[in-house]
């Protein structure tokens, strides 16, 4: 597997589980009991969104941004190419350390994909809450950031028609494109 096919993978795995996120909520999960029971998911998909940016992170502080503004962009794109890049970068790891300290802040223990025990359970419950809080803005402010990224990406593609879009996507993908 190439450098570019595993940045691929790890870009739309990201992606997926990011919109997991955004589609789920803990609360509204039917069928749970407890507030503990409908975390068990959600606390499992953030472990292994957890793994997936420690690969990210390690990648951005060891080599920097993977990817450079391509040279159709004016300078402002490119600026905003870099920015947003740096702040997904660094955003997202942010994001999943919040999830965990409100995971380890909660007064009960969570199980994550129902067996793995992530927490000893014994932390209050007013440090939960606004560690949750904490989480959602985080999450919110990602989300926006997400979206302007996206937007961006589709502007270069339409307006400069320079295939930027071709890089992350898979090569099954290119002939629509």
């Known amino acids: ?13 990201s992606a997926g589980l990011i919109l997991y996120f955004y589609l789920v909520e803990p609360e509204e999960t039917r069928g749970q009991t407890n507030k503990a029971e409908a975390l068990s998911t959600h606390a499992g998909m953030g472990i292994v969104l957890g793994l997936v940016t420690a690969i990210w992170l390690f990648m951005f502080l060891r080599k920097g941004l993977a990817g450079r503004p391509g040279p ?11 920015l947003s890049h740096k702040a997904l970068q660094l955003g997202v790891p942010l994001m999943v350390a919040t999830g965990a300290f409100s995971g380890l802040a909660a007064p009960f223990v969570i199980r994550a994909f129902g067996t793995l025990p992530i927490n000893p359970g014994f932390g209050g419950k007013g440090l939960h809450n606004l560690a949750e809080e904490i989480h959602e803005v985080v999450f919110n402010a990602l989300l926006f950031v997400i979206v302007a990224h996206v937007l961006f990406h589709l502007w270069r593609h339409l307006m400069l028609k320079d ?3 071709r890089i992350m996507a898979p090569k099954a993908l290119h002939k629509y494109l």
């Open 72 to 82: 159709k962009l004016p300078g402002w794109g490119k600026r905003f190419h870099t």
């Open 1 to 13: 597997m190439t450098k570019r096919t595993f940045i691929k993978w790890l870009h739309w795995l």
């Open 163 to 165: 295939n930027a879009l």
